[in-house]
């Protein structure tokens, strides 16, 4: 079954704190995409990679193939940070669209 | 200018109306996506159009008609709407589509449209 797991589920920070959050996926992929969702709003697409790092200003993300895992990091946290954090894989045969974890709602508090 | 506009962001309406979401994008992209999201749950794709044709319709009731005038606006029709559709209704676009590849293509979305139905 194709799947993308996120986690935590839920993500509590003081401001200036380095977070991570963690994505698996089931199979082997092309590429990974990390969003990211304000409340009420749209959504923003921060990352595609399909290997290494990417960079961001504070915002890093890396995956390995191999180990169908990705991360992404958000150095020097800051309360605008705040948001839900979605990871999103390729998976369907035949159709590029993308199925899509459950996120991470990150609250940092200053 | 790198935006996906969607109008109108909010919306009220009965099960017996008529109404229309608009989404339109300027990048160039031949591809463009409707998604349904509920509250503190993932986007869920609806539709797909890849040069102004539907390629995908992901079993989504008649009730909404998508529609594809030319390559920068989509629209979506809605009539007879029932109070369990009420979402966030998301536009997103990307350069392109492929059948029969994983997709490299970074997606870009709107804002949303959040439709009630009463």
């Known amino acids: 079954k194709n799947e993308v797991e996120q986690s935590p589920q839920n993500l509590t920070a003081q401001e200036g704190e380095f977070i991570t959050i963690n994505c698996s996926y089931s199979v082997g992929i092309s590429a990974l995409h990390w969003l990211q969702q304000h409340p009420g709003g749209g959504i923003v697409s921060l990352f595609m990679?399909?290997?290494g790092k990417k960079k961001h200003g504070r915002l890093i993300a890396t995956i390995n193939i191999q180990e169908k895992h990705s991360s992404l990091h958000i150095t020097a946290s800051h309360p605008r940070d705040s948001a839900v954090y979605i990871c999103a894989a390729p998976f369907n045969s035949g159709y590029s669209t993308l199925t899509f974890g459950k996120g991470t709602m990150l609250l940092v508090s200053p | 200018d790198t935006e996906v506009t969607q109008t109108p962001k909010h919306l009220v309406m009965g099960m017996t109306n008529k109404k229309s979401l608009k989404c339109e994008q300027h990048m160039g992209h031949r591809a463009m996506y409707w998604y349904k999201q509920k509250a503190k749950k993932p986007p869920e794709l609806m539709f797909v159009y890849s040069y102004e044709k539907l390629s995908i319709n992901e079993s989504v009731p008649s009730r909404f008609s998508p529609e594809c005038p030319n390559s920068s606006l989509l629209n979506l029709h809605l009539h007879a709407l029932q109070p369990e559709d009420s979402a966030l209704y998301l536009c997103?676009?990307?350069?392109?589509?492929?059948?029969?590849?994983?997709?490299?293509?970074?997606?870009?979305f709107g804002s949303g449209t959040q439709l009630s139905v009463l």
């Open positions: 997103a676009s990307s350069q392109d589509y492929y059948e029969g590849y994983s997709s490299r293509e970074k997606l870009f």
């Open positions: 990679l399909s290997s």
